[in-house]
């Protein structure tokens, strides 16, 4: 199972995100780089069986004859949602490619593997000192932030799934240290310079 959340328009190693792993999974949140007016989401997959079921899963587990044939659930997305996002498909490629001059002007240093390409959904850096980097950008009207301060692992709803004392010590680095800036495609050339010289004076 391919986690594509925040992958949309990315690339590695020639195969475009939502194409690797036998299920992929997009999120639709406000957030993320492309929306759809609302909560949503996408599976996509290359297999037909498991389109198939997909299918079934996301209405309440009903085949074409609407006899639930299987446990479901109701995630069918909305007709308005649906429209909103077919609209913004037709603009998702130039919005990622903003994305990436966006990230390029603020930091030339990133490698990307070969036949690959970076969505960019943030820039994402390592400080050993989050919280005095993030009020020093909030002081520039700069909204950074640790996205993802609790590792899946050491969330208490999954304490019966996970072995709290497992040493995942990479995972909960970044956990703590991972600060987003803003890459979006509607950032401003005076928001971007803003952006660049803070990073430019921050201490990381």
Known sequence: IEDAAQAHGALLEGKMAGAIGDIACFSFFPSKNMAVGGEGGMVTTTRPEL???LKRLVDHGRDDTLESVELGTNLRMSEVNAAVGR???KHIDSWISKRRENSDELNHSTKIRENS???WHQLCILSDEPTSVISYFDSKGIDARVH?????????VYSEHFQH???LPNCDLI???LV????HPSLS????QRIKDALHHSTF
Do not use: M, T
Request: negative net charge.
């Open 87 to 89: 609209v913004q498909l």
């Open 148 to 156: 993802y301060p609790i590792p899946c692992n050491r969330h208490q």
């Open 117 to 119: 390409q970076h969505a």
């Open 165 to 167: 004392e497992i040493s």
């Open 51 to 53: 389109a198939e079921r």
């Open 175 to 177: 956990a703590h240290k």
């Open 189 to 192: 050339g005076e928001e971007l």
């Open 180 to 183: 987003a800036v803003p890459v």
